[in-house]
């Protein structure tokens, strides 16, 4: 059973794929868009993704504010997601990612990428901090309340 993992942002999607075990996940690619309300060659293209790894189930990353408020970042997330099951009809669920993209950056200042390098990966690299924590989740039992 294969996951997918996306950062969905204004003119970006990151895209992470799980292991065939559910275990790890790696980054794909990143899909960009010319205009943020651009989505049909986005959702297109995932369907391809999902059609190519044989994704079960779609992890999609939920931008709350730190107070836990929903504001129009995680309104356009929610949006996406009903385009999302609409597209393909897989299960989307939604993930916290406050903080992702701020690890996302660390993890490339870490590894020596330079400035101007860090915009093609950065999505990619959000998208599988967001799977990976979603699938930790599920092995830990946090996902169900358990510790």
């Not at 997918?4 to 790696?26: E, F, H, P, R």
């Not at 651009?38 to 297109?44: H, I, V």
């Amino acid at each position: 059973m294969r996951i997918m993992g996306l950062d969905y942002g204004t003119k970006t999607v990151g895209v992470a794929i799980s292991d065939a075990l559910g275990l790890t996940a790696q980054g794909v690619e990143t899909i960009e868009r010319k205009e943020e309300n651009k989505l049909r060659r986005t959702l297109a293209r995932i369907e391809e993704l999902v059609k190519e790894y044989e994704v079960e189930r779609i992890v999609l990353g939920f931008p709350k504010h730190m107070n836990n408020d929903i504001g129009e970042r995680a309104e356009k997330a929610l949006e996406f997601r009903d385009m999302l099951v609409r597209r393909t009809g897989l299960e989307v669920i939604m993930w916290d990612e406050r903080l992702t993209t701020v690890e996302a950056e660390r993890t490339l200042i870490e590894s020596r990428v330079r400035r101007e390098n860090r915009k093609k990966y950065i999505d990619k690299i959000a998208a599988v901090f967001i799977l990976q924590g979603y699938l930790d989740s599920i092995y830990t039992g946090s996902l169900y309340g358990e510790d």
